[in-house]
């Protein structure tokens, strides 16, 4: 959003809208972005105290966390920035809200805690019920915070939304380096303290934020599960599209394959594959906080009169922000994965230990494949303001077969690669199809083609950096790369003031809704 302040659009007032958006942003991505920055430092710590077959499983049991989490909120979220618009009595929706999640968050939590056993042999961890049992813990608590967490944002209580971010982190960040780096408990305690910092989130989510008419409302109730059903369908599709790879990495590779120059297990890969996707979080950081802002305020512009062109320039700067990470991360990864930290724990000790380097091939291509997420979030927002909430189900579901398919297939030839390339895929067709069937249902006046144009500018960038990184020299390459990228910054700002965009008018006789 900081291009907001470099190029401030042109048009009838739009940039009061705008900037109230960025600030908004700003907070929520202020709280999200450090709150992952020292979830990223965690990253360090696991990779130099486990070997890549632990993390692995790290890994791939908070993929199914992700998974249960979908299911439990139900779409709720959306559901309730939705219905409060429309009800004259916004507790009431809260309560409704909260009362469905909280059914299914302790009826699936009770029956994984009885199925502890079991669950735990089917995922390939026999003898792990413990685990299994704080996970579903997690899922219970994370879900009960859901709501809750969603009026703060309707409400725009951004700061005290904030400050419960931060406090999970730093109770997650003080637990992990007693129990797991002082203390040396083991992988488990990486649960253990992520358990306790839910139990913290959730009393501060509820403090004066306490839900009533928890009664059912039949009324009230039906139209927002009908609602909500399809964006259900659509997160679980979703949430498949971006962590499915790591669920079936360790059961379709065949154990003792060589790959990277070795001799490696499933869950080696997984390992390896779950740290440098961790590289990526930067860009899926920005979005989470672009949407935690932007889903309360594009409903409560839907009815101005310039709304779509707002929408087209919150779109424009948004996907060059994220073009930017791009472009970032990928020049430097190389350079932030092996960062020393001045030799302070030791001479061997960089930021991912060197196991996992092997994995950062994957990086750009989930970098870009992150960007057309963004995108794609960006502009679903169509058929939530219709209520043609079923399109969802479409679009992640074509994504959810071409990332089931690319990874089946795939995985057991080329490894972690194939779920990556699956990834790009995946989300350049959701992106790809929620554009084309937005502009006959919603048509918003995007500037494509000044994107395609920066887009094609810093792949370009990136690709002269790929070559400079074969320079000797660490801080050599570095300052040659840094002025690459502010080259091309450069060239874009410039091209902004000299070529500034004109935003037409969508025909809203063309809008449809049911």
């Known amino acids: 959003m900081l291009s907001l302040v470099l190029c401030p659009p042109k048009g009838p007032n739009p940039l009061s809208i705008l900037k109230k958006l960025a600030g908004q ?6 709280s999200i972005i450090l709150s992952r920055l ?15 077959e632990i993390y692995g499983i790290y890994t791939n049991l908070y993929a199914y ?9 139900f779409g709720m979220e959306t559901t309730f920035f939705r219905f409060v618009q429309d009800q004259s009595d916004p507790k ?30 089917w995922m390939g961890y026999a003898g792990q019920g413990s685990l299994i049992l704080m996970l579903a813990g997690i899922i219970v608590l994370d879900a009960l915070a ?18 419960i971010l931060l406090t999970n982190v730093l109770v997650t960040l003080v637990a992990n380096l007693v129990f797991v780096v002082w203390l040396r408990m083991g992988i488990e305690y990486v649960f253990v303290s992520n358990l306790i910092a839910s139990v913290i989130r959730l009393g501060m989510s509820l403090w004066r934020n306490l839900p009533r008419h928890l009664r059912p409302d ?23 599209n971006e962590t499915l790879d790591r669920i079936m990495l360790p059961f379709r590779w065949t154990e003792g394959q060589w790959y990277d120059g070795a001799l490696q ?8 594959y779950g740290a440098n996707y961790k590289l990526v979080m930067f860009i899926a950081l920005a979005t989470m906080a672009f949407r935690y802002a932007a889903e309360p305020f594009f409903f409560r512009e839907a009815g101005e009169k310039d709304s779509p062109r707002t929408f087209a320039r919150v779109f424009h700067y948004f996907t060059l922000a994220a073009l930017t990470g791009f472009l970032l991360v990928g020049s430097f990864a190389q350079e932030l994965v092996s960062f020393d930290f001045f030799g302070l724990f030791g001479p061997d000790k960089t930021f991912i230990d060197r196991a996992y380097w092997s994995g950062l091939k994957a990086v750009p291509v989930l970098l870009l494949a992150y960007v057309f997420a963004g995108a794609y979030t960006n502009m679903s927002i169509w058929f939530k303001l219709t209520n043609q909430t079923r399109f969802a189900i479409l679009f992640t579901g074509a994504g959810a077969l071409i990332t089931i398919l690319v990874n089946y297939f795939g995985i057991p030839h080329y490894g972690y690669m194939a779920s990556a390339w699956a990834t790009l895929l995946c989300y350049a067709l959701m992106a790809g199809l929620v554009y084309v069937l937005g502009q006959r249902y919603y048509p918003i006046p995007y500037k494509l083609g000044r994107l395609g144009l920066y887009g094609l500018l810093f792949l370009l960038a990136y690709a002269l950096n790929r070559q400079i990184g074969a ?14 990228v502010i080259a091309s910054l450069g060239l874009v700002v410039l091209l902004e003031y000299l070529l500034p965009l004109r935003w037409a008018d969508s025909p809203p006789s063309t809008v449809h809704s049911e």
């Open 25 to 30: 942003t700003l907070i929520y991505g202020t």
């Open 92 to 121: 009431k929706v809260y309560g409704q809200a909260f009362a469905w999640v909280a059914l299914m968050a302790l009826s699936l939590g009770g029956l994984v805690g009885l199925l502890r056993e079991p669950a735990a042999a």
């Open 38 to 52: 020292i979830n990223l430092a965690f990253t360090p710590i696991y990779t130099n105290l486990f070997p890549r």
């Open 65 to 73: 966390v992700a998974f249960a989490n979908v299911v439990v909120t």
């Open 265 to 272: 297990s499933g869950e080696s890969l997984n390992g390896i």
């Open 146 to 163: 859901a709501l809750p967490l969603a009026r703060l944002r309707q409400e725009e209580r951004v700061r005290w939304f904030a400050a």
């Open 218 to 240: 039949p009324k009230l109730l039906r139209p927002m599960l009908r609602y909500a059903f399809y964006i259900m369908l659509a997160g679980l599709a979703g949430i498949m």
């Open 471 to 484: 320079v000797d020299g660490y801080w050599l390459a570095f300052g040659a790369k840094a002025g690459v």
